[in-house]
């Protein structure tokens, strides 16, 4: 998420992850939902609901992992000194 707040949305990109795209195929229903995630880091909701309508649930259900995941891996810690 950190590179994606930092990276400019509109930049292309120099290498293509996407399956479909690698076999020539030029539709795929997940292509734009990085752009529509960077766009929403850098607080433009026009351009990321355009690069892909499912980025800002993306971005949402991401950023809710990361704080459930931080907040268990504090929680562990705080149990594992008071256990010391």
């Avoid at 607080?43 to 931080?70: C, E, K, M, Q, Y």
Wanted: proline content about 5%; hydrophobic content about 45%.
């Amino acid at each position: 998420m950190l590179s994606m707040a930092i990276t400019s949305p509109t930049d292309e990109s120099h290498f293509i992850l996407c399956p479909l795209k690698l076999m020539g195929i030029s539709w795929c229903p997940g292509c734009g939902l990085g752009h529509s995630i960077i766009y929403l880091l850098h607080g433009d909701v026009a351009g990321s609901f355009n690069a892909h309508w499912l980025g800002i649930p993306a971005t949402a259900v991401i950023l809710n992992r990361i704080f459930v995941l931080t907040r268990s891996r504090l929680q562990e810690g705080k149990q594992f000194r008071s256990a010391v």
